[in-house]
């Protein structure tokens, strides 16, 4: 829940349950449900800032608006899921949230992990409730008496995964993910601006853009542009660089009593050139 929580909404609340927990966490809480008698056992079972409305969500206007979030549990697969999301969605306040609990149709096909695990997990749990109750301990998960006139939809409409799809042409970025024990979760959040997701529709404020939406390129005027190219013109031209020899290294020189020239070596990559020199002039060169 989003805090601070002011007022929340729960559509389809049956007898009150969820609502009367909702209550301990917001200040208000609107309780909406199609059955008069749901609505008379939520009175009886809800604290006092809880406000039971009997009223169908399609049909009748909702007790308020702005909610700070909106909640729906085993509700939604009662609904068209289409026609009902826009509704809720409104009901919202920017930045608030919307979170439902519904019942998906089987569909083994690709959630077949799932299902056993279910159906396991389900026998498990069923022998050790009936175990505590026949030891003398609580009765566990025992139904509810308000459990008989609850409405009962035994072939929901839409797989999970249909759910999502459906959900998510009415809601941008919603999110859904199948429980483990047959049902399926849908969170969304509206969005604090209108224009939030909608990045890159239209050109940004002072751009300029062309017909098909593309952003036009910025051109310099004509007469900025014979200037730059008279410029560059008569620019002097840079000599270009002379192959510059590496200056040779004295790597030897030969005593003059020995009676030679002295010697001068080159070094390279690839060639070592041994150069003789004498008063300036090249006498020979070998490859070393």
Same mark, same amino acid.
Request: contains cysteine; charged residues 25%.
């Given at each position: 829940?989003?805090?601070?929580?002011?007022?929340?909404?729960?559509?389809?609340?049956?007898?009150?349950?969820?609502?009367?927990?909702?209550?301990?966490?917001?200040?208000?809480?609107?309780?909406?449900?199609?059955?008069?008698?749901?609505?008379?056992?939520?009175?009886?079972?809800?604290?006092?800032?809880?406000?039971?409305?009997?009223?169908?969500?399609?049909?009748?206007?909702?007790?308020?608006?702005?909610?700070?979030?909106?909640?729906?549990?085993?509700?939604?697969?009662?609904?068209?899921?289409?026609?009902?999301?826009?509704?809720?969605?409104?009901?919202?306040?920017?930045?608030?949230?919307?979170?439902?609990?519904?019942?998906?149709?089987?569909?083994?096909?690709?959630?077949?992990?799932?299902?056993?695990?279910?159906?396991?997990?389900?026998?498990?749990?069923?022998?050790?409730?009936?175990?505590?109750?026949?030891?003398?301990?609580?009765?566990?998960?025992?139904?509810?008496?308000?459990?008989?006139?609850?409405?009962?939809?035994?072939?929901?409409?839409?797989?999970?995964?249909?759910?999502?799809?459906?959900?998510? @042409?009415?809601? %941008?970025?919603?999110?859904? #993910? &199948?429980?483990?024990?047959?049902?399926?979760? $849908?969170?969304? +959040?509206? /969005?604090?601006?209108?224009?939030?997701?909608?990045?890159?529709?239209?050109?940004?404020?002072?751009?300029?853009?062309?017909?098909?939406?593309?952003?036009?390129?910025?051109?310099?005027?004509?007469?900025?542009?014979?200037?730059?190219?008279?410029?560059? @013109?008569?620019? %002097?031209?840079?000599?270009? #660089? &002379?192959?510059?020899?590496?200056?040779?290294? $004295?790597?030897? +020189?030969? /005593?003059?009593?020995?009676?030679?020239?002295?010697?001068?070596?080159?070094?390279?990559?690839?060639?070592?050139?041994?150069?003789?020199?004498?008063?300036?002039?090249?006498?020979?060169?070998?490859?070393?």
């Amino acid at each position: 829940m989003p805090q601070p929580c002011r007022r929340v909404l729960d559509v389809g609340c049956g007898a009150g349950a969820f609502a009367a927990r909702l209550a301990q966490r917001s200040e208000q809480v609107d309780a909406l449900d199609r059955s008069a008698k749901m609505i008379e056992e939520a009175k009886r079972r809800t604290p006092g800032n809880v406000n039971c409305v009997l009223a169908d969500v399609l049909t009748d206007p909702l007790p308020g608006k702005g909610y700070d979030a909106v909640f729906s549990i085993s509700a939604l697969h009662h609904m068209p899921l289409q026609d009902v999301l826009p509704v809720l969605a409104a009901a919202l306040r920017p930045g608030g949230i919307l979170a439902a609990v519904a019942l998906p149709r089987l569909d083994l096909h690709r959630e077949w992990p799932v299902e056993i695990a279910a159906a396991a997990g389900h026998r498990l749990l069923g022998a050790m409730f009936l175990t505590t109750r026949l030891l003398g301990g609580s009765n566990g998960f025992a139904k509810d008496s308000a459990h008989a006139i609850m409405p009962v939809v035994m072939d929901p409409p839409l797989t999970t995964r249909e759910a999502a799809r459906q959900a998510a @042409t009415v809601l %941008p970025g919603v999110r859904v #993910r &199948r429980l483990l024990f047959w049902r399926y979760l $849908l969170i969304w +959040q509206k /969005p604090v601006s209108q224009l939030a997701g909608k990045r890159g529709s239209g050109p940004r404020e002072g751009r300029p853009a062309s017909c098909d939406g593309r952003k036009l390129r910025k051109t310099r005027p004509a007469a900025d542009i014979g200037k730059a190219s008279s410029r560059r @013109t008569t620019a %002097p031209q840079a000599e270009p #660089r &002379r192959h510059q020899v590496p200056s040779p290294r $004295l790597h030897d +020189q030969l /005593p003059a009593e020995s009676g030679q020239l002295p010697c001068k070596v080159t070094r390279c990559r690839r060639v070592r050139a041994r150069t003789w020199t004498a008063r300036g002039g090249v006498i020979g060169a070998r490859a070393g």
